[in-house]
């Protein structure tokens, strides 16, 4: 029976975001300089004629979500279109419910034939992927999530349960095989920790490209009073976790560079690594080999790599690779890979231990994997997309909520820090690390506790209004 809480979408706006990176981030064969930040926001109405806005950000990381050889000016051009007929659909939803029912709905009926059919209008030319494709809705669906919040006046991470839901999580989720688990009578709020982290540990992002002492420096690092040097990076905002971007078709290469950051945590009393492959590798033995000259050669180094990230392609599917070997050395975790809670389950299965969450590929998606890797006893972490503004602010909510591994990942700071000034006169916590934490006391009010109507930024003109 339908809740007097349900909310139906009425409105969309959205917007681009230009922002340039005040230093290159590598992925994987392609480096990113430049990125838009699509940000939106959909008005939603209740059954009883209130009606309420919510907002949604996120960048539009083409080089992540669509690596190929295509220009990047064509891939970002089909990103940005596609997400305009995704403002266009929402606008046209005709779905009423919760916000997990409205996002799970227009990605299981709506998300997939638009993408089949904006491909078919590029005939020839390489299709746009599901990943891309989830990022896109993602700016859409979180703004419901952020709207169904505010009409209802309630932090949106209290509405996760029985008392605002229709359905429990056995109508969108199903249990391993042979599993005992059962999501009957269960809800996201089930798999939350019991009370939610003011205070996050911080992971810094080691780029590919990144400088790690003076001898690799070129003399065109910027000079506009942020660290250029891991080292720097470490004293300034007492970092105690450091992600290692690999190139996972060089192993000496991946080698000496897990080395060279291994002596400087040592040095600097950073406890803890974990090494991202990027989806570049296609044997467990390239990741196995570097494990295991680790162990013999630096003990040490190897003791604080918490986990492994990603080193397989993304398509699971198509590349049904075991990786029990990997995950027997230590947590291995999937991250592009898990485009939803099938994919997630899919991979267990292949040895992955592990979840690596985006609220970029939607929060109605995360929330889902969240809730089925914990029932399957997985461990989670919750990733960057170098998240920025008010982007942050969703990402750094499902890692509190979620009980992660460690902490959280957030980098934007290290690349675009300026994007975020606004949004960081209310937040300043969220927007720079300190003690090697982010701090979140500054969130609150309905919805994502964004506090918009405090922050001063003047967006450009929309390219999608209803």
């Known amino acids: 029976m339908p809740k007097a809480t349900d909310v139906s979408v009425v409105g969309c706006e959205l917007y681009f975001i230009p922002i340039v990176a005040r230093v290159p981030l590598k992925f994987g064969t392609e480096t990113m300089t430049t990125v838009t930040l699509a940000r939106a926001k959909v008005t939603v109405e209740r059954s009883d004629g209130k009606i309420a806005s ?8 083409v080089q992540w979500v669509w690596p190929s050889a295509l220009p990047f000016t064509d891939r970002l051009e089909c990103l940005k279109s596609f997400t305009v007929t995704l403002a266009e ?27 089949e059919s904006f491909n078919q209008t590029r005939a020839g030319e390489e299709p746009m992927p599901h990943l891309a494709a989830l990022v896109c809705c993602s700016v859409l669906d979180i703004a419901v999530h ?20 229709n359905r429990d999580l056995s109508a969108y989720l199903e249990p391993a095989h042979g599993s005992s688990v059962s999501f009957s009578e269960k809800y996201p709020e089930n798999y939350f920790v019991q009370e939610r982290p003011n205070a996050m540990p911080a992971w810094h992002l080691v780029g590919g490209k990144d400088p790690i002492d003076v001898s690799e420096l070129t003399g065109e690092e910027p000079d506009d009073g942020y660290p250029v040097l891991l080292r720097d990076w ?27 950051v291994g002596e400087i945590s040592q040095e600097l009393d950073v406890d803890w690594l974990t090494a991202d492959f990027n ?4 044997d467990p033995e390239y990741v196995n080999e570097i494990l295991d000259r680790l162990v013999l050669e630096y003990p040490a180094t190897y003791g604080r790599i918490l986990y492994v990230e990603q080193p397989f392609p993304y398509d699971l599917e198509a590349h049904r690779i075991d990786v029990h070997s990997v995950s027997a050395r230590k947590p291995l975790f999937m991250d592009e890979s898990a485009h939803d809670w099938k994919f997630v389950k899919l ?21 889902l994997s969240q809730a089925w890797a914990k029932a399957h006893g997985m461990t989670l972490m919750v990733q960057d997309l170098t998240n920025p503004a008010l982007a942050q602010v969703p990402h750094v909510l499902l890692a509190a909520y979620s009980g992660t591994i460690m902490g959280v990942e957030t980098n934007a700071m290290q690349f675009y820090p300026e994007a975020s000034n606004p949004e960081a006169v209310i937040h300043p916590g969220l927007h720079r690390r300190r003690n090697g934490s982010v701090d979140l006391t500054s969130l609150n009010g ?14 450009p003109e929309a390219v999608f209004r209803s």
């Open 446 to 459: 309905s919805g994502f506790g964004y506090r918009l109507e405090e922050i001063s930024r003047e967006l």
């Open 279 to 282: 989806c570049t590798v296609s």
């Open 146 to 165: 952020d709207a169904y919040g505010i009409v209802n006046e309630i932090e949106i991470y209290k509405t996760y349960n029985s008392q605002f839901m």
């Open 89 to 115: 659909a929402w606008s046209d939803f005709s779905g009423s419910g919760h916000a997990m029912e409205l996002g799970h709905t227009f990605q299981n009926e709506n998300l997939h034939s638009l993408l």
């Open 234 to 260: 470490i004293l300034k905002d007492g970092l105690n976790c450091l992600k290692i971007k690999l190139r996972g078709n060089d192993s000496q290469w991946d080698y000496d560079r897990i080395v060279k």
């Open 347 to 367: 991979g267990r299965s292949l040895g992955w231990t592990g979840v690596a969450l985006k609220t970029c590929k939607t929060q109605t998606g995360a929330l």
């Open 54 to 61: 919510g907002w949604g950000e996120t960048p539009l990381s």
